[in-house]
């Protein structure tokens, strides 16, 4: 039987909605969350507001890599000790984040934005393959020594991104390579432990379609 419930005030109501539309949010949860925030002070309940739509309305891509970033070019990308000719290719964000705090990694990014899923609707035209394609070619152009790193998830969707992305690559011939399979099947890098993914991109192996 579907939540319902009668609201003593129609701001209520607006509230609730919308904070019913977070992922895992449902209207109960969403409830007791709008009401916590009636009993926070005013300059607090505003804080965390303005930190939403600073979030929303000023947040950046960066331009190499597409990680988020308060820049056009984020902090990695810009950082001069890092190996630029290392990209490692994940999904998402949130990816990078996992990469980053196991301390094993010391190349760039390169964030696709989602997998191929045709049941999805998510097509090669649909995430920034042509966008690493690009990254990829202005290396080889340069002279400089390449290596792609396949940091996708073992699953069907991630194994047939990684194939697309390895045939789109192959005229270039630089070293294309992927996680060492330290995580399970269709694991998604998120979720798994620090000592586990830091082994599996120290370990990384040469890609066979």
Do not use: W
Not at 28 to 48: C, D, I, T
Not at 84 to 98: F, L, N, W
Request: one cysteine or more; proline letters at 3%.
């Amino acid at each position: 039987m579907a939540y319902k419930d009668n609201y003593p005030s129609k701001l209520l109501e607006e509230a609730v909605d919308a904070i019913s539309t977070l992922p895992g949010v449902g209207r109960r949860s969403a409830l007791r969350l709008a009401l916590h925030l009636l009993k926070q002070p005013v300059e607090n309940v505003h804080h965390f507001t303005s930190s939403i739509n600073h979030l929303r309305d000023d947040v950046k891509y960066c331009r190499q890599c597409m990680m988020i970033s308060d820049d056009e070019v984020c902090s990695i990308c810009s950082d001069r000790s890092r190996d630029a000719g290392t990209i490692c290719v994940v999904e998402s964000v949130r990816d990078v984040m996992s990469i980053e705090n196991t301390g094993q990694y010391h190349g760039v990014y390169h964030v696709l934005g989602g997998i191929i899923s045709p049941i999805n609707g998510i097509g090669p035209s649909d995430i920034t393959v042509r966008e690493l394609v690009s990254r990829v070619a202005a290396l080889c152009a340069e002279g400089s020594p390449v290596e792609v790193i396949l940091a996708l998830s073992g699953d069907v969707e991630g194994e047939t991104t990684s194939f697309y992305i390895y045939r789109q690559l192959a005229q270039y011939g630089v070293t294309v390579s992927s996680l060492a399979r330290g995580l399970g099947f269709g694991d998604d890098l998120e979720y798994a432990d620090e000592l586990t993914l830091g082994r599996s991109i120290v370990n990384r192996q040469i890609f066979r379609p």
